[in-house]
Antibody, heavy 119, light 107 residues
């Protein structure tokens, strides 16, 4: 079965660092983009950025450039999203999804990781 | 960057009605457009890609059309299980921007 399994919910304080993960299985991890999507409470989907695990090419949305870092370890089929200094406004659900390089959509999604940042 | 604008932002229709949602790109994106359905409290689900190709397993009452800057998602006969927010997304070049979403409810 093709799936993306995300790490568990996190509760952090402002200023703390965090790294959440997304592990793929059941498919060739290096031949699909991994996409990170933010959904703030009661709001819409926001595209944060992508990584191609095969060569670690990364692209960021201008809104998230410099605010987060996307990385991947293809040896363990895992992608990461990390913050060096969290803010309360980072409180959201974060999804990972996969997308092939061609004219296709994001067909498999992780279950999401809830991040709560509160003092 | 290319902006994606959906309309309407919400709609209420009766079971069996034909529902149409529009997505407009601020610049041409050929047919590099997908539609997603997100039911309350659930993970988004891919409905359509390449503007008009139905994802495997998606009911045939869903259809997509358009190319360039103007796209449409149509539900031919609205069902209670279609209550959700629908998002378009372009993916020709990064950033792969989403529309703001259209909330569909049953009247």
């Amino acid at each position: 079965e093709v799936q993306l399994v995300q790490s568990g919910a996190e509760v952090k304080k402002p200023g703390e660092s965090l790294k959440i993960s997304c592990q793929g299985s059941g498919y060739s991890f290096t031949t699909y983009w991994i996409v990170w999507v933010r959904q703030m409470p009661g709001k819409g989907l926001e595209w944060m950025g992508i990584i191609y695990p095969g060569d670690s090419v990364t692209r960021y949305s201008p809104s998230f450039q410099g605010q987060v870092t996307i990385s991947a370890d293809k040896s363990i089929s895992t992608a990461y999203l990390q913050w060096s200094s969290l803010k309360a406004s980072d409180t959201a659900m974060y999804y990972c999804a996969r997308k092939k390089w061609d004219n296709s959509g994001m067909d498999v999604w992780g279950h999401g990781t809830t991040v709560t940042v509160s003092s | 960057d290319i902006q994606m604008t959906q309309s309407p932002s919400s709609l209420s229709a009766s079971v069996g009605d034909r529902v149409t949602i529009t997505c407009r790109a601020s610049q041409g994106i050929t047919n590099s457009l997908a539609w997603y359905q997100q039911k309350p409290g659930k993970v988004p689900k891919l409905l359509i890609y390449a503007a008009s190709t139905l994802q495997s397993g998606v009911p045939s009452r869903f259809s997509g059309s358009g190319s360039g800057t103007d796209f449409t998602l149509t539900i031919s006969s609205l069902q209670p299980g279609d209550v959700a927010t629908y998002y378009c997304q372009k993916y020709n070049t990064a950033p792969w921007t989403f529309g703001q979403g259209t909330k569909v409810e049953i009247k």
